[in-house]
T-cell receptor, first 114, second 114 residues
Framework: GQQLNQSPQSMFIQEGEDVSMNCTSSSIFNTWLWYKQDPGEGPVLLIALYKAGELTSNGRLTAQFGITRKDSFLNISASIPSDVGIYFCAGPLLSGGGADGLTFGKGTHLIIQP | KAGVTQTPRYLIKTRGQQVTLSCSPISGHRSVSWYQQTPGQGLQFLFEYFSETQRNKGNFPGRFSGRQFSNSRSEMNVSTLELGDSALYLC?????????????FGPGTRLTVT
């Protein structure tokens, strides 16, 4: 099946630092999504990418759709305490159109040290 | 707009029992998907409904079933519960039934099977 590999698994950073994480797959994706999940809550959609090479920002977050269509990157600039959580990449399970189910990476745990 | 709502938020059941979980999508959203989240397997797609029809199904046993009503609200049912069914069950809705993978998640139902 289509598996997404996220790295790093966890990150310990200082407040104010920039953060970079990525997601790779052995299969081509035509859509990449980035979600954040806080404890006890459902994932929240941060950014959706639909075109190879696309670079999209949402506040301090910037995500890129890799040229090979097999990877995506998420950057967070000037991290703040509320950025703590688990970040997931996701893509459609099937390559066809329609609101198919999503496959998710295992997540990157972001921990901010005071 | 109100977000996706799920009831109940927490549930404790005994092995062998059955359980029904409920999901109300964002107003105007017609596609509803269900996911299971566990520490070991992460987020896994269960099934997706659109216009009261199941369009996609993940790799789960037949004990897991669902349905969607004419108002787009959805329920999922798990029969003959097993300890391994303990998980966070997440519902997500999408704006339309075609070519969109942007899914918006509810807070989830935490199911504990004892």
């Amino acid at each position: 099946g289509q598996q997404l590999n996220q790295s790093p698994q966890s990150m310990f950073i200082q407040e104010g630092e920039d953060v970079s994480m990525n997601c790779t797959s052995s299969s081509i994706f035509n859509t990449w999504l980035w979600y954040k999940q806080d404890p006890g809550e459902g994932p929240v959609l941060l950014i959706a990418l639909y075109k190879a090479g696309e670079l999209t920002s949402n506040g301090r977050l910037t995500a890129q759709f890799g040229i090979t269509r097999k990877d995506s990157f998420l950057n967070i600039s000037a991290s703040i305490p509320s950025d703590v959580g688990i970040y997931f990449c996701a893509g459609p399970l099937l390559s066809g159109g329609g609101a198919d189910g999503l496959t998710f990476g295992k997540g990157t745990h972001l921990i901010i040290q005071p | 707009k109100a977000g996706v709502t799920q009831t109940p938020r927490y549930l404790i059941k005994t092995r062998g029992q059955q359980v029904t979980l409920s999901c109300s999508p964002i107003s105007g959203h017609r596609s509803v998907s269900w996911y299971q989240q566990t520490p070991g397997q992460g987020l896994q797609f269960l099934f997706e409904y659109f216009s009261e029809t199941q369009r996609n199904k993940g790799n789960f046993p037949g004990r897991f079933s669902g349905r969607q009503f004419s108002n787009s609200r959805s329920e999922m049912n798990v029969s003959t519960l097993e300890l391994g069914d303990s998980a966070l069950y997440l519902c997500a809705s999408s704006p339309s039934g075609t070519v969109t993978y942007e899914q918006y998640f509810g807070p989830g139902t935490r199911l504990t099977v004892t």
